[in-house]
């Protein structure tokens, strides 16, 4: 009897554990989004006296 029963809380543990491993490794993270291009490429900037346009570029983030 006691010999079940610790095979039973072995694959109760088991599964317990990989529901926890799929929920943090296999989980869909959500796509973030920079600003608006056309916004920033058509205002035009000011620091120090000096004017500035900004000129978007496309960037991967390596993360994901």
């Given at each position: 009897?006691?010999?079940?029963?610790?095979?039973?809380?072995?694959?109760?543990?088991?599964?317990?554990?990989?529901?926890?491993?799929?929920?943090?490794y296999?989980?869909?993270?959500?796509?973030?989004h920079?600003?608006n291009s056309?916004?920033?490429?058509n205002?035009?900037?000011?620091?120090?006296?000096?004017?500035?346009?900004?000129?978007?570029?496309?960037?991967?983030?390596?993360?994901?």
């Amino acid at each position: 009897m006691v010999k079940l029963l610790n095979i039973f809380i072995s694959i109760l543990t088991g599964i317990i554990l990989a529901i926890i491993l799929v929920n943090i490794y296999i989980r869909k993270i959500p796509l973030k989004h920079g600003p608006n291009s056309s916004i920033i490429r058509n205002k035009i900037y000011k620091d120090n006296n000096k004017c500035f346009r900004l000129e978007p570029r496309i960037k991967v983030c390596p993360i994901s």
